[in-house]
């Protein structure tokens, strides 16, 4: 599944740039990096400091096609191509995840506390998709004035590989001995509400970001993502919801990354 992702972008991003040279396109290419939050199943519900403690990192390859330049396919004074790119990305992340917050912080003489505070895990994500960017700000007057800003909001889907891993320092996960009887219920499909396994999953992609104007041909991008997953076993972790009813979404991720973007062409 790694190799056809990677594929598929190295295709996509050949065949964005044969439409660049064909239709007088003007890509760019970039890199991100920054933190990335996973909100899993991992730790008590809406706590920040949950949140915070289980965070990871990404970093990613951006690609985009900028139609300010396209005089064939649109008018001069075509709103579009003045106010929407189309960004192509491949990224990875890696998260780390341990139970926190008041669920973890009760009586440690407690079986049940001392099982959740030993369970661990991690997920990893290698993510392909496509994304419709909207420019508040006309592409071409940005990229005329040096430290200039163009705020943007982008929505897309991805395509996400996952493999995720569940464990506990007391032993295997599976017996009432080791794991917190939440996740010992069968759920969706698995024996047991956790699992350690690789998988695919699609997802609903939006940011809100600006870029800010280091040269001609260079630019500097600050974007904070919200990508929702249509499964809820990225993390590992599913309860059972019939019975579970805490358990209401599907597991989700918050990334805010600092990018250099360069265009290939004046």
Excluded: C
């Amino acid at each position: 599944m790694l190799q056809k992702i990677s594929f598929i972008f190295f295709i996509l991003f050949g065949l964005s740039n044969n439409l660049a040279a064909q239709y007088n396109f003007a890509p760019e290419i970039g890199v991100i990096a920054g933190p990335v939050e996973l909100r899993s199943d991992y730790g008590q519900r809406n706590n920040s400091g949950n949140n915070f403690k289980n965070s990871g990192f990404g970093i990613g390859f951006v690609h985009f096609l900028n139609f300010s330049y396209n005089q064939k396919l649109f008018s001069k004074d075509s709103y579009f191509k003045e106010h929407f790119k189309i960004r192509t990305e491949l990224s990875y992340s890696k998260s780390n995840l341990k139970h926190h917050g008041k669920y973890v912080e009760a009586n440690p003489n407690s079986l049940a506390v001392q099982q959740l505070k030993a369970m661990y895990g991690s997920t990893q994500l290698l993510n392909l998709g496509l994304q419709l960017e909207y420019h508040f700000k006309n592409i071409h007057d940005f990229e005329k004035v040096d430290n200039n800003l163009s705020p943007f909001m982008s929505l897309g889907m991805q395509l996400s590989h996952y493999n995720t891993k569940a464990s506990s320092t007391l032993g295997m996960l599976g017996t009432t001995a080791v794991t917190y009887p939440k996740y010992l219920t069968p759920s969706k499909g698995h024996p047991y509400g956790f699992a350690t396994e690789k998988g695919a999953v699609f997802s609903i992609v939006s940011s809100l970001g600006t870029r800010y104007k280091l040269s001609a041909l260079e630019d500097l991008m600050v974007d904070l993502r919200f990508q929702y997953f249509t499964s809820d076993w990225v993390d590992g972790l599913n309860p059972n919801r019939k019975i579970y009813t805490e358990n209401k979404t599907n597991d989700w991720l918050v990334w805010f990354n600092v990018g250099y973007i360069h265009y290939l062409r004046d």
